[in-house]
């Protein structure tokens, strides 16, 4: 069974940072890959891809806690969004799509 569970989220002031955490159950963790995504108010949920998003963001792991980690440094009102932890699994020879309740970030200027 897929588990995952965000957390991290809340209100910060523009400038601030904040750390979000997938933790992901021992079957999940092993099995599949996680991803983080974020989905702005009005807007479709997009990738956030270590390839082409902005430097302020970092992404990371702690293998021992079973946890992939976005940390979100100079925050920006942009930044406002449900952030969303996916678990992406193979499946029967499917690739499968599990996502977390989300957390959400909002950012005040």
């Known amino acids: 069974e897929v588990q995952l569970v965000e957390s991290g989220g809340g209100s910060a002031q523009a400038g601030g940072s904040l750390k979000l955490s997938c933790v992901a159950n021992e079957y999940t963790y092993r099995v599949c890959g996680l991803e983080w995504y974020r989905q702005a108010p009005g807007q479709a949920r997009k990738l956030l891809s270590v390839?082409?998003?902005?430097?302020r963001f970092s992404i990371s792991h702690d293998d021992a806690k079973r946890t992939r980690i976005l940390q979100i440094n100079d925050l920006k009102t942009d930044d406002t969004a449900m952030y969303y932890c996916a678990a992406k699994c193979w499946e029967s020879g499917h690739l499968k799509t599990y996502w977390g309740q989300g957390t959400q970030v909002t950012v005040s200027s």
């Open positions: 390839d082409s998003m902005e430097a």
